[in-house]
């Protein structure tokens, strides 16, 4: 059997998640796991523990794009770690590769080790920048959300409502209502 897994970093990249779908399911996936999470949390990809758990000896999972399964080449490996315990390989679409041949596992595991060095490459270039940019004055980080609202906090509390319910009202975090409330 062919399962598809189609991943999506955020809700706004809908385009994308709906795009892998279509090619899986023309790639002959008579199953989709499909999910809207970053690749980091590995915790909240359900859909991939889902399929990992759902996949069978003989089958194949596919995907449209290496990046939609693994960040790293550690957890590319365990991922097929866990596929090969099952009888079960990986296709990848866009670079036409199989684990079902040796030829296969190498490429992946090569072009696994390529993809992590490029994403860190691109993590560093981005530091770089950030620090440039502060260096140079262009760059204040994200606006302080809670601090801008130290004075509707402090009315609150005079007002004689609780720390969590002005977190509520105000839409911050109890930690930043406790902040601004504590004397400096």
Known sequence: ML??????????????????IRDLQAAGCEKVFAEQVSSVDMAARQQLSMLLDYA???????ITDLSRLARSVSHLLSTLDRL?????????????????????????????????????VMLERQREGVAKAKLEG????????????????????????GPTEIAARLGIGRASVYRILSPK
């Open 138 to 161: 262009k760059y204040k980080g994200r606006k302080p959300t809670a601090r801008a609202k130290a004075e509707d906090v402090n009315r609150l509390r005079a007002e004689g409502i």
């Open 56 to 62: 069978r000896d003989g089958d194949t999972v596919v």
């Open 84 to 120: 090969a315990a099952k009888g079960t390989q990986l296709r990848i679409l866009n670079m036409g590769i199989d684990t079902g041949t040796p030829t296969g596992k190498l490429m992946l595991t090569i072009l696994g080790g390529i993809s992590e060095w490029e994403r860190e």
């Open 3 to 20: 399962i598809g897994y189609a991943r999506s970093s955020s809700i706004e990249q809908v385009a994308g998640i709906e795009a892998q």
